[in-house]
Antibody, heavy 121, light 106 residues
Framework: EVQLLESGGGLVQPWGSLRLSCAAS????????MTWVRQAPGKGLQWVST????????YYVDSVKGRFTISRDNSKNTLYLQMNSLRAEDTAVYYC??????????????WGQGTLVTVSS | EIVLTQSPGSLSLSPGERATLSCRAS???????LAWYQQKPGQAPRFLIY???SRATGVPDRFSGSGSGTDFTLTISRLEPEDFAVYYC????????FGGGTKVEI
């Protein structure tokens, strides 16, 4: 059974930093790209970042480029999102998600339960 | 960036009725890299459809996707009580984007 478990969310002040983690199990982690998607309170979904299975390729939405860094530790089956210079508009539930296909650009078939990040003074 | 516009914003229907949800892209979605998700309050999104028309594993056949290019549709043939939720389309070809969602309510 595929499981994704996020952690690391919380309250942080503007310009602060936070690192999210996502522990994965139930599939061959290295074979799949992984993605972070966020959802601001009462709003829709926004893709944030994707990392290839090897970790060699990373992609970001423009609004987080230069501030967020996605990474993975394939020896620990864990995905990370390092978030720096946080802004109020980064407040959201952050979901990690698995790509559904190991080969081509893919949608996201399994999602974690989400972790809430609140940026406020 | 490909902008996805979903319509209507909300849909009021009864169990047993047919739901038709639209997703229009600002430019052609390459290789029909279009997915649909269902989300209920307090829950993570659930994967329904990929490649515009392929059902994900375990998704009931009352859910169907169609369309190509810039116009896509999710149809729920006969609404069950558990289908009342918000539905999002997503293009995942490059710099993935989501539509704003359609709420299907009783």
């Amino acid at each position: 059974e595929v499981q994704l478990l996020e952690s690391g969310g919380g309250l942080v002040q503007p310009w602060g930093s936070l690192r999210l983690s996502c522990a994965a199990s139930g599939f061959t982690f290295t074979s799949y790209a992984m993605t972070w998607v966020r959802q601001a309170p009462g709003k829709g979904l926004q893709w944030v970042s994707t990392i290839s299975g090897s970790g060699g390729n990373t992609y970001y939405v423009d609004s987080v480029k230069g501030r967020f860094t996605i990474s993975r530790d394939n020896s620990k089956n864990t995905l990370y999102l390092q978030m720096n210079s946080l802004r109020a508009e980064d407040t959201a539930v952050y979901y990690c998600a698995k790509d559904h296909d190991p080969v081509v650009p893919a949608a996201n078939d399994y999602w974690g339960q989400g972790t809430l990040v609140t940026v406020s003074s | 960036e490909i902008v996805l516009t979903q319509s209507p914003g909300s849909l009021s229907l009864s169990p047993g009725e047919r739901a038709t949800l639209s997703c229009r892209a600002s430019q052609r979605v390459g290789s029909n890299y279009l997915a649909w998700y269902q989300q209920k309050p307090g829950q993570a999104p659930r994967f329904l459809i990929y490649g515009a028309s392929s059902r994900a594993t375990g998704v009931p056949d009352r859910f169907s996707g169609s369309g190509s290019g810039t116009d896509f549709t999710l149809t729920i043939s006969r609404l069950e009580p558990e289908d009342f939720a918000v539905y999002y389309c997503q293009q995942y070809g490059s710099s993935p984007t989501f539509g704003g969602g359609t709420k299907v309510e009783i």
